[in-house]
Nanobody, 118 residues
Framework: QAHLVESGGGLVQPGGSLRLSCAAP????????MGWYRQAPGKQRELVAD???????NYADSVKGRFSISEDNAKRTVYLQMNSLKPEDTAVYYC????????????WGQGTQVTVSS
């Protein structure tokens, strides 16, 4: 699998917002649903949002109403807009192709750290 590059993380106060970006190569972008995952210390990686090539979105209950996933085909970029951030949103955030993750063949990038703290 070609390289995915996440960016946009940082330190934010509770209630704040961040927008994450994931740049994907043409080999996978547009032909696959894309997803944002996160992994908090001591916890398993979880899927928080995904978007199909047709634009249908799905969210984990923990982020529904606060996070929004979108994509820009021209820029081959997937975004995760995160609003009303909570301390429990603190994690390393990754993007990937859910289909490949389920197959066990999805390669993970370095991710981007999001820390929500006052």
């Amino acid at each position: 699998q070609a390289h995915l590059v996440e960016s946009g993380g940082g330190l934010v106060q509770p209630g704040g917002s961040l927008r994450l970006s994931c740049a994907a190569p043409w080999s996978i972008f547009g032909a696959n649903a894309m997803g944002w995952y996160r992994q908090a210390p001591g916890k398993q990686r979880e899927l928080v949002a995904d978007i199909t090539s047709g634009g249908t979105t799905n969210y984990a209950d923990s982020v529904k109403g606060r996070f929004s996933i979108s994509e820009d085909n021209a820029k081959r970029t997937v975004y995760l807009q995160m609003n009303s951030l909570k301390p429990e949103d603190t994690a390393v955030y990754y993007c990937n192709v859910p289909r490949l993750v389920l197959l066990g063949t999805g390669s993970w990038g370095q991710g981007t750290q999001v820390t929500v703290s006052s």
